[in-house]
């Protein structure tokens, strides 16, 4: 069982930075493909950003492209989403979720094929 905790979440005026981070348990976590999804109030959950379980590879959804990075520290089982330049309409829930045993280099992007999930963490931008 994994089990993923985000943070870094809070109150930031339009044009600041946010950091979340999502801590893992588990002691396969360089094994994991891992991704940041969000939710908006009324709003179906998309996509943000997606890292092979190498590090190697990124991709993200067009409305963050240039704005948001995503890495991870296997040392630290923990993936990171680094949020800048942010605009009233990235105003979410932020969730973590990983893909176990995932192919090396391969990124994932639907929900439904990711396993395991965090709580989330909200994320407010004023404007």
């Known amino acids: 069982q994994v089990q993923l905790v985000e943070s870094g979440g809070g109150l930031v005026q339009a044009g600041g930075s946010l950091r979340l981070s999502c801590a893992a348990s588990?002691?396969?976590?360089?094994?994991?493909?891992l991704g940041w999804f969000r939710q908006a109030p009324g709003k179906e959950r998309e996509f943000v950003a997606t890292i092979s379980r190498s590090g190697g590879t990124t991709d993200y959804a067009d409305a963050v492209k240039g704005r948001f990075t995503i890495s991870r520290d296997n040392a630290k089982n923990t993936v990171y989403l680094q949020m800048d330049s942010l605009k009233p309409e990235d105003t979410a829930v932020y969730h973590c979720?990983?893909?176990?045993?995932?192919?090396?280099?391969?990124?994932?992007?639907?929900?439904?094929?990711?396993?395991?999930w965090g709580q989330g963490t909200q994320v407010t931008v004023s404007s």
């Open positions: 979720a990983a893909v176990p045993e995932a192919w090396i280099f391969h990124l994932y992007y639907a929900a439904r094929e990711y396993d395991y």
């Open positions: 588990g002691r396969t976590f360089s094994s994991y493909a």
